[in-house]
């Protein structure tokens, strides 16, 4: 049993490590459980995530005053049907909120004075090209996309000094979540704020980890492959994107592994997501997609052999996104986690 909780808190505390930068995409828990795992559980866990910061590649410049939050609370399952493999679902309930939508107003479409006019708002020139911030109040409530994996542990080697693991996932986002979420002015909301995105999109991810003494390191990262999806009225398809983190963990109490008490666990680390360009009604959104990177400080608690708390803080320390976008600030994170 005490085996069996050590590789579940091991595993648990890297499921938030790298939560999506892409809000919207992918996993709404972050991080696939690619570490090893042998049991059954269930965790709540909730997420605060603000894009309030506007880049130019990887330039900070003035924000006009557009700002997107959200709120995800995720219900997680999973169990393992045999040695070495384990099942997942993960079903996202989300608040989805802006306060100020950031909008490149250079004349491409016909209706582009008519939507200015209607929206008009503070603006911001850069490269050229002059950004408005329609004045956008709203946001949607609801489930999001369900997520469906499967982890087998392809490697294990163990000794009586370390432990190191080897894991691959394969699995699916379903679209389940609504795209049809509209403003407190009645227009559809932005892809980016929707609670789904419309699409089936295939997942697929790796990871490595190597414990020794009161250490362990451990690197993740899990792709998406995103089919054609949808917000409001048009098609929206969001970029193939990938997450990934690499971590060291150190357990500060008990100074010897065992018993049924309490264990604390720190761990810090570094993130990253990498998101390709979006595209709308077929063609590609310029202000799209891009790098940004993170430093992940955690902590874990293990209570008797079936409750785990966590909690962790992301900084986003650097954005590289493509033409003029807005940027994360910070993720939080908390969950609970109760092992049959």
């Known amino acids: 049993m005490m085996n069996k909780l050590l590789t579940t808190s091991i595993t648990l505390l890297f499921l938030p490590a790298a939560a999506m930068g892409c809000d919207f995409c992918l996993l709404q828990q972050g991080i696939s459980p690619l570490d090893s795992l042998k049991g059954s559980g269930l965790r709540v866990s909730q997420r605060y995530t603000r894009v309030d910061e506007v880049y130019e590649g990887t330039n900070h410049v003035p924000n006009p005053g557009a700002r997107e939050a959200f709120w995800t609370t995720d219900l997680s399952g999973f169990f393992s049907p045999r040695d070495g493999w384990l099942l997942l679902a993960n079903l996202p309930v989300r608040a989805t909120r802006v306060r100020g939508h950031l909008h490149l107003h250079d004349g491409d479409h ?15 020139a850069i490269g050229g090209n002059e950004y408005e911030v329609h004045p956008d109040r709203g946001g949607d409530e609801g489930i ?37 979420g509209r403003t407190n002015d009645g227009e559809y909301l932005d892809a980016h704020t929707q609670l789904g995105t419309g699409s089936w999109d295939v997942l697929a991810g790796a990871a490595i980890n190597h414990s020794f003494g009161r250490w362990t390191l451990s690197g993740n990262a899990l792709a998406s492959f995103n089919g054609k999806g949808e917000a409001g009225n048009v098609d929206h398809t969001f970029g193939d994107s990938l997450n990934y983190d690499a971590s060291v963990r150190y357990r500060l109490l008990p100074a010897m592994q065992g018993g049924d008490g309490v264990s604390v666990f720190a761990s810090f680390g570094v993130a990253g997501e990498w998101r390709g360009h979006e595209k709308e009604a077929g063609q590609r959104v310029r202000d799209s ?6 430093v992940v400080p955690a902590v874990q608690i293990n209570v008797g052999q079936h409750w785990i708390a966590e909690l ?20 939080l994170f908390g969950s609970i986690n109760y092992l049959f």
Do not use: I
């Open 110 to 124: 016909e209706d582009e004075e008519a939507d200015a006019d209607a929206h008009a708002g503070s603006s911001l």
């Open 144 to 180: 999001g996309d369900l997520s469906l994996l499967a982890r087998y542990n392809a490697f294990e080697h163990h000794t009586l000094t370390h432990t190191t693991l080897v894991a691959l996932t394969l699995g699916v986002k379903l679209p389940t979540g609504s795209t049809s």
């Open 312 to 331: 962790s803080y992301r900084k986003a320390v650097w954005h590289d996104l493509h033409q003029v976008q807005l940027g994360e600030d910070f993720k």
């Open 289 to 294: 997609g891009g790098h940004t990177l993170y």
